[in-house]
Structure formats: C-alpha cells, structure tokens
C-alpha cells in the first residue's frame, strides 16, 4: 500500500518568513495530494490540493509542488503569520474513492 | 448540515465497555470514511462508505471495532470490549466527487475517545 513521509515533524519559523514542508510518497498510481492544517481541537481542514497532472499550485501566500518522477511534493507558506500555527498533514490518494494516506504531521510555530 | 457533525466530542470509558461514535456527514455527499488519529499521529484509514455500503474496511484493526451506515446518511463506528490502546481522536469525514475527479474529504471535529 500507500506510504507517505513527511518533514520536518517540528518547523520554528519568524512571523514574515517562509516555510516549507516536504513529503515523499511510494505508489506512483497515487495522483491526488491535498494538505491540511489541524487547530487544536478541531479536525483537519484542507488547505490546498493538487493532481498529478498539475505540477505548481498557488493561492495567495499559499503554494504546493509537486515533482511525480521523484515522487516528493512540498508546501509552502509565504509572509507567515502567528495564526499559521498548526500542525500540518500531507496526504496522497487516488481518486477512485478518496482514501488518503497521511503524513505524520508537522507542527508549524510561527514566533511574532 | 453545513459541515460534518461528530459526537460525543469526549467519551471517557473502562476497559471492557462497548463505545458508539456517530457521524453525520454533509447533507448529499455520498461518501463517508472513517480515520483514527492516535496522540502525535497522522491519520489512519479504518472504513469507506460508499452510500450504505462499506467496499473497503481495510483498517479496521480488530473484529472489535465495526461500522454502519443507514439511509445513505447518519454513521455509527462501535469498538467493542475497549482496549486502552483504542483511546485516539476518532475522525469522520465525507466527501463529494469534484468535477476534476478528486473526492475533496471534510472532517468532522473528532470523537475523542479515552479508555481507562
């Protein structure tokens, strides 16, 4: 099945800095990749998403790259601020029905 | 509803005890799925509803823990004879095929389970 490894498991960035989370995947039939972002308490909320013929994403200070050969996809978070603190999960999929394999989340501190 | 509704929010039980988790998913998406988020974790896959029926229940970790789904809607997740080791955030989510083909999922709030 699916395996998906996600890093770094904790991000310490500056109000105004970027950050950037990568994840590798193993199936290359996968070709779905959202990313969600958990606040405590709450359940996880997509963000962003893109499909395997699509290899850049962006909306607003938020974008997502993929790379199919090598099977990695990343985000980033541009201008962060205070409230993009949150734990952060990749995902891959197919889109046959939906099932997701996770990532093992990142904690994201974004320090004002 | 406007989102997926989850509850209890909280359950606290004894080992032993039999637990029920409900799931009631956006009004119209037919598909449901259950994940299980242990402390630290990411998210596991237990079933996948497809209407009233379940075509994958793949992560379901034991004969202790089923799953149901009536009138294409309202979901229960029961975990039977509880384990301490079952104690996680019991995640629901539902989702409606996009026109690009992807299933966007929305996640329910959690049912965070604590066995004693």
């Known amino acids: 099945g699916e395996n998906v490894e996600q890093h770094p498991s904790t991000l310490s960035v500056q109000e105004g800095d970027s950050a950037v989370i990568k994840c590798t995947y193993s199936?290359?039939?996968?070709?779905?990749f959202p990313w969600y972002k958990q606040e405590l308490g709450k359940g996880p909320q997509l963000i962003i998403d893109i499909r395997s013929n699509v290899g850049e994403k962006k909306d607003q200070r938020i974008a997502v790259t993929l790379n199919k050969t090598a099977k990695h996809f990343s985000l980033h978070i541009t201008e962060t601020q205070p409230e993009d603190s949150a734990v952060y999960f990749c995902?891959?999929?197919?889109?046959?029905?939906?099932?997701?394999?996770f990532g093992q989340g990142t904690i994201l501190t974004v320090h004002p | 509803g406007a989102g997926v509704s989850q509850s209890p929010s909280n359950k606290v039980t004894e080992k032993g005890k039999d637990v029920e988790l409900r799931c009631d998913p956006i009004s119209g998406h037919t598909a449901l799925y259950w994940y299980r988020q242990s402390l630290g974790q990411g998210l596991e896959f237990l079933i996948y509803f497809q209407g009233n029926s379940a075509p994958d229940k793949s992560g379901l970790p034991s004969d202790r823990f089923s799953a149901e789904r009536t009138g294409g809607s309202v979901s229960t997740l029961t975990i039977q004879r509880t384990q301490q080791e079952d104690s996680a955030v019991y995640l629901c989510?539902?989702?409606?095929?996009?026109?690009?083909?992807?299933?966007?999922?929305?996640f329910g709030a959690g049912s965070r389970l604590t066995v004693l």
């Open positions: 989510a539902s989702s409606l095929r996009q026109h690009s083909g992807a299933n966007v999922l929305t």
């Open positions: 199936d290359s039939a996968s070709n779905y």
């Open positions: 995902a891959a999929g197919g889109t046959s029905y939906g099932k997701l394999t």
